[in-house]
């Protein structure tokens, strides 16, 4: 390479940073800035009322699992938090495996439409999310809770004598949460069953295969990256959210979410805050980490 | 005996749509293919073919009619109850299967042992000459090798009857012409019945025992290629396979004169009146000068092809013929445009159409 080559590939190495570096700077100051901040806190010493005490300290991470005995400061398991923690991995499962159930057939319902029609349903699927969060929840909470539609109309009915007992137990907050992530779940399977080759479908019908063989050993197998993406859309917010079991839960059925707010407010423990929010980060960095995985997995059988 | 027969369609009507706007795509076709024949649908596209072909395999119900496999009523039996395998044209191969797993799809579908399996895949794999690329996917493969996998994997379960939906129709030339020998070799080697769709007129003479013509949801003509190239039974049939010429004659029901001069006897059974008869360019006999017993005709134009030499002649009632002679040594047209010419047409070659 000549003198002037070099020269020309450092003068363009140089551009591309400095046409990076309005990026980087935001990067740095909104996304890396604050979560230091967070790693910081959560090795410091609570403060008296709220914020912190520039002390080292590791009592915020150990509070995450235990609990300091006020009488003779030995620690135990805090029970408390391991419900919490439970209920949040728990809850965000099974509305993973529901989103899936009922987003599944949606999803393949719309891929199979004409692509007229496809277009309007696809566009139905995604009007919740023009309403507000809040808003949505709380319309849920009419729907279920003791004078709501679903008992009202049970009752009405005369399938039920009292109220179904719904609002504020972890089924209103599933419910709830199945409902807020369900078009998360029905995109990315839709995107994957628009590109399989419904011709699939004939060649395995065509050799002895049964439906359910058809779906296990073909349209599943083939739709997986789908499954995959949907389903950490569903997991990973569902795993650190607030408003619905704040909403559905009535403050006691707490998630990671509530629980990490509680810290910072009444509870005036921000490095106990700070170390569960980071405690939530891993869980869901260890949850992306097996997406990519997969997926790498996947396009490389690909090609 | 339908004992003998591999698949046997009778009446069968298919009618896609509802009412007045309901299109008939097969129209009352019956058939019976023999066991252990390599029989070809061969039509133009639209004409009814793989509907047939569908009906045999279950992916459609007939509207009416019965289908037979083996003297055994299958009309509405679903594809995966029948013992009877598709190569479809777009090959349809699992993408997320290797080779091996393709061709062994069908026989884990049928529970068999894994052992009897894997012994199925590897003499398959020998079969199409694949073995080298049992652990690749699919998608590492040639058209040419992705086919021979769809001919494996439709093959490995042992079907009594083995459809193929145009299935060379994706290969260039030269790759056609050799899978079109390769097949020919598998049905000899696996004695299964084969039923091969196809628009390829050539495809169609140079691979089946049988034809079946088919044109607008009909069953025009069945036949061995050579009935089917020499004894068209209707003008559909002999202008759809081969050049062939049309022309004008009469019959009294046992002199047939052919464009108003040539006469000859007239083949059995042929109706009094006007009729049409066919004769290929190659049958077409030209005399340098118009001696009597001849067709008098003007040369108009003579085309150099190569092996042959192609004149296009005008004849006396104003029919257009064409001849087709084969070329000497010099490539030299021993006709020229203009010259007048006497026809004669090789005894037997003459072909008197039904319509």
């Given at each position: 390479m000549s003198a002037a080559e070099e020269a020309q590939a450092a003068q363009s190495v140089r551009n591309g940073w400095l046409l990076s570096t309005p990026a980087l700077v935001i990067l740095t100051l909104f996304a890396v800035g604050p979560l230091l901040i967070v790693v910081v806190y959560s090795f410091l010493a609570p403060g008296q009322y709220g914020n912190v005490e520039w002390k080292l300290s590791l009592d915020g991470w150990r509070g995450i699992l235990w609990t300091k005995d006020i009488f003779d400061d030995t620690y135990g398991l805090a029970d408390a938090n391991v419900t919490i923690f439970w209920r949040s991995i728990k809850l965000s499962i099974l509305t993973t495996v529901l989103t899936f159930a009922v987003g599944f057939p949606t999803a393949w319902f719309i891929a199979t439409r004409p692509?007229?029609?496809?277009?309007?349903?696809?566009?139905?699927?995604?009007?919740p999310f023009w309403?507000?969060?809040?808003?949505?929840?709380?319309?849920?909470?009419?729907?279920?809770?003791?004078?709501?539609?679903?008992?009202?109309?049970?009752?009405?009915?005369?399938?039920?004598?009292?109220?179904?007992?719904?609002?504020?137990?972890?089924?209103?907050?599933?419910?709830?949460?199945a409902y807020v992530y369900l078009p998360l779940m029905v995109l990315p399977l839709f995107a994957a069953i628009d590109r399989f080759d419904m011709r699939l479908l004939e060649a395995a019908y065509d050799l002895y295969a049964s439906r359910m063989q058809v779906l296990r050993r073909v349209i599943l197998p083939i739709v997986k990256p789908g499954i995959i993406a949907g389903s950490i859309l569903v997991f990973v917010p569902s795993l650190g959210a607030y408003v619905t079991p704040r909403v559905l839960g009535g403050g006691k059925q707490m998630m990671i979410g509530n629980f990490i707010d509680l810290q910072f407010g009444q509870g005036r423990n921000w490095p106990l805050g700070a170390a569960l929010s980071l405690t939530l980060l891993i869980i869901v960095t260890a949850a992306l980490l097996i997406y990519v995985k997969y997926a790498n997995r996947d396009v490389s059988n690909g090609h | 005996?339908?004992?003998?027969?591999?698949?046997?369609?009778?009446?069968?009507?298919?009618?896609?749509?509802?009412?007045?706007?309901?299109?008939?795509?097969?129209?009352?076709?019956?058939?019976?293919?023999?066991?252990?024949?390599?029989?070809?649908?061969?039509?133009?596209?639209?004409?009814?073919?793989?509907?047939?072909?569908?009906?045999?395999?279950?992916?459609?119900?007939?509207?009416?009619?019965t289908i037979l496999l083996e003297g055994a009523d299958i009309t509405y039996l679903p594809p995966n109850k029948r013992p009877v395998n598709t190569v479809f044209q777009s090959y349809a191969l699992f993408p997320h299967l290797t080779v091996a797993q393709n061709i062994g799809f069908g026989l884990e579908m049928q529970g068999r042992p894994k052992a009897e399996v894997k012994a199925t895949v590897d003499r398959m794999l020998a079969l199409v000459k694949l073995e080298a690329m049992a652990g690749r996917k699919t998608s590492q493969l040639s058209g040419g090798q992705q086919q021979r996998v769809a001919l494996a994997r439709a093959l490995a379960p042992s079907p009594k009857v083995?459809?193929?939906?145009?299935?060379?129709?994706?290969?260039?030339?030269?790759?056609?012409r050799e899978m079109q020998s390769e097949l020919k070799r598998l049905q000899t080697e696996t004695g299964i019945t084969f039923i091969f769709v196809t628009?390829?007129?050539?495809?169609?003479?140079?691979?089946?025992?049988?034809?079946?013509?088919?044109?607008?949801?009909?069953?025009?003509?069945?036949?061995?290629?050579?009935?089917?190239?020499?004894?068209?039974?209707?003008?559909?049939?002999?202008?759809?396979?081969?050049?062939?010429?049309?022309?004008?004659?009469?019959?009294?029901?046992s002199t047939l004169t052919v464009a108003g001069g040539y006469q000859m006897p007239a083949p059995a059974a042929t109706k009094s009146g006007a009729v049409t008869v066919t004769v290929r360019p190659e049958q077409v006999k030209l005399t340098p000068t118009a001696e009597p017993?001849?067709?008098?005709?003007?040369?108009?134009?003579?085309?150099?092809?190569?092996?042959?030499?192609?004149?296009?002649?005008?004849?006396?009632?104003?029919?257009?013929?064409?001849?087709?002679?084969?070329?000497?040594?010099?490539?030299?047209?021993?006709?020229?445009?203009?010259?007048?010419?006497?026809?004669?047409?090789?005894?037997?070659?003459?072909?008197?159409?039904?319509?």
């Amino acid at each position: 390479m000549s003198a002037a080559e070099e020269a020309q590939a450092a003068q363009s190495v140089r551009n591309g940073w400095l046409l990076s570096t309005p990026a980087l700077v935001i990067l740095t100051l909104f996304a890396v800035g604050p979560l230091l901040i967070v790693v910081v806190y959560s090795f410091l010493a609570p403060g008296q009322y709220g914020n912190v005490e520039w002390k080292l300290s590791l009592d915020g991470w150990r509070g995450i699992l235990w609990t300091k005995d006020i009488f003779d400061d030995t620690y135990g398991l805090a029970d408390a938090n391991v419900t919490i923690f439970w209920r949040s991995i728990k809850l965000s499962i099974l509305t993973t495996v529901l989103t899936f159930a009922v987003g599944f057939p949606t999803a393949w319902f719309i891929a199979t439409r004409p692509a007229k029609s496809r277009a309007l349903w696809l566009f139905l699927i995604t009007i919740p999310f023009w309403t507000n969060l809040l808003i949505r929840t709380y319309a849920i909470n009419e729907v279920i809770r003791n004078e709501g539609l679903l008992n009202t109309v049970l009752i009405k009915l005369g399938l039920i004598s009292e109220p179904l007992r719904i609002i504020y137990t972890d089924t209103a907050v599933f419910i709830g949460m199945a409902y807020v992530y369900l078009p998360l779940m029905v995109l990315p399977l839709f995107a994957a069953i628009d590109r399989f080759d419904m011709r699939l479908l004939e060649a395995a019908y065509d050799l002895y295969a049964s439906r359910m063989q058809v779906l296990r050993r073909v349209i599943l197998p083939i739709v997986k990256p789908g499954i995959i993406a949907g389903s950490i859309l569903v997991f990973v917010p569902s795993l650190g959210a607030y408003v619905t079991p704040r909403v559905l839960g009535g403050g006691k059925q707490m998630m990671i979410g509530n629980f990490i707010d509680l810290q910072f407010g009444q509870g005036r423990n921000w490095p106990l805050g700070a170390a569960l929010s980071l405690t939530l980060l891993i869980i869901v960095t260890a949850a992306l980490l097996i997406y990519v995985k997969y997926a790498n997995r996947d396009v490389s059988n690909g090609h | 005996m339908s004992q003998l027969n591999a698949v046997e369609a009778r009446h069968a009507v298919k009618a896609f749509g509802q009412g007045d706007n309901a299109v008939r795509a097969l129209n009352d076709v019956s058939v019976e293919i023999r066991k252990g024949e390599f029989f070809t649908l061969l039509g133009p596209s639209g004409c009814g073919k793989t509907t047939l072909l569908r009906l045999i395999a279950g992916f459609e119900m007939p509207t009416s009619g019965t289908i037979l496999l083996e003297g055994a009523d299958i009309t509405y039996l679903p594809p995966n109850k029948r013992p009877v395998n598709t190569v479809f044209q777009s090959y349809a191969l699992f993408p997320h299967l290797t080779v091996a797993q393709n061709i062994g799809f069908g026989l884990e579908m049928q529970g068999r042992p894994k052992a009897e399996v894997k012994a199925t895949v590897d003499r398959m794999l020998a079969l199409v000459k694949l073995e080298a690329m049992a652990g690749r996917k699919t998608s590492q493969l040639s058209g040419g090798q992705q086919q021979r996998v769809a001919l494996a994997r439709a093959l490995a379960p042992s079907p009594k009857v083995l459809l193929l939906d145009e299935p060379l129709s994706a290969l260039d030339l030269k790759l056609r012409r050799e899978m079109q020998s390769e097949l020919k070799r598998l049905q000899t080697e696996t004695g299964i019945t084969f039923i091969f769709v196809t628009h390829d007129q050539e495809e169609a003479l140079t691979m089946s025992d049988r034809i079946g013509v088919m044109s607008a949801g009909k069953l025009q003509q069945v036949g061995t290629p050579r009935e089917i190239y020499t004894r068209p039974l209707n003008r559909f049939v002999a202008s759809f396979i081969g050049e062939t010429n049309f022309v004008p004659a009469t019959s009294d029901g046992s002199t047939l004169t052919v464009a108003g001069g040539y006469q000859m006897p007239a083949p059995a059974a042929t109706k009094s009146g006007a009729v049409t008869v066919t004769v290929r360019p190659e049958q077409v006999k030209l005399t340098p000068t118009a001696e009597p017993g001849t067709l008098p005709a003007t040369v108009r134009g003579v085309v150099y092809m190569g092996t042959d030499m192609n004149y296009q002649l005008h004849l006396a009632d104003g029919t257009e013929i064409e001849a087709c002679v084969v070329s000497d040594v010099t490539g030299e047209a021993a006709l020229a445009a203009g010259q007048t010419v006497g026809v004669t047409f090789t005894p037997g070659s003459l072909q008197v159409l039904e319509d």
